[in-house]
T-cell receptor
Framework: KAGVTQTPRYLIKTRGQQVTLSCSPI?????VSWYQQTPGQGLQFLFE???????NKGNFPGRFSGRQFSNSRSEMNVSTLELGDSALYLC????????????FGPGTRLTVL | GENVEQHPSTLSVQEGDSAVIKCTYS??????FPWYKQELGKRPQLIID?????GEKKDQRIAVTLNKTAKHFSLHITETQPEDSAVYFC??????????????FGKGTLLTVNP
């Protein structure tokens, strides 16, 4: 099976712009979670989608949003980018939403100038 | 919400020695505790996990222990090798029973194994 894929792998944006990141889970996986990884804060949970529904959300401002499509692919959007949004954004998929192993994608490296 | 503290933030050992990384969690409802290894420039990968109905789990050179009363769990790596060098993350979550699946991670431990 193909692993979790994320596109694009690298992005450079300027403050105030918006960005959309994409995640394709492992075939058959219905749960997709998103994380922000920074050197100082580690891995921070953004949100989790299961069967097109957002089931859980972390402590991030409303500028961070996401969605999941019927084929389980997911996108996250960040509007009005700030310098502090520079990070590695990781998505992870799992078979179910109840404690099964999460498989991470390679991440999208976002740099905000 | 859940809060996970991880110590130490960096750990340097000699090849062949053991390494221990400790985590504490705050939410007594947490019942699933995975450990992830992230090599430089790569994605995190699950190396072992434990559920709250067991106190210890082993997989070759890796073991995890859980103390529910004290709300802490630890990763033990024996006979360390240079390829064990990576950042290790602990995490905690409440799973099952209709609860939502949200992993809360510790901030990571950079393990360096010196040849």
């Amino acid at each position: 099976k193909a692993g979790v894929t994320q596109t694009p792998r690298y992005l450079i944006k300027t403050r105030g712009q918006q960005v959309t990141l994409s995640c394709s889970p492992i075939s058959g996986h219905r749960s997709v979670s998103w994380y922000q990884q920074t050197p100082g804060q580690g891995l921070q949970f953004l949100f989790e989608y299961f069967s097109e529904t957002q089931r859980n959300k972390g402590n991030f401002p409303g500028r961070f949003s996401g969605r999941q499509f019927s084929n389980s692919r997911s996108e996250m959007n960040v509007s009005t980018l700030e310098l502090g949004d520079s990070a590695l954004y990781l998505c992870a998929s799992s078979l179910e939403a109840s404690g099964s192993e999460q498989f991470f994608g390679p991440g999208t490296r976002l740099t905000v100038l | 919400g859940e809060n996970v503290e991880q110590h130490p933030s960096t750990l340097s050992v000699q090849e062949g020695d053991s390494a221990v990384i400790k985590c504490t969690y705050s939410d007594s409802a947490s019942n699933y505790f995975p450990w992830y290894k992230q090599e430089l420039g790569k994605r995190p990968q699950l190396i072992i996990d434990i559920r709250s109905n067991v106190g210890e789990k082993k997989d070759q050179r890796i073991a995890v222990t859980l103390n529910k009363t004290a709300k802490h769990f630890s990763l033990h790596i024996t006979e360390t090798q240079p390829e064990d060098s990576a950042v290790y993350f602990c995490a905690a979550s409440t799973v099952g029973g209709g609860s939502n699946y949200k992993l809360t991670f510790g901030k990571g431990t950079l393990l360096t194994v010196n040849p």
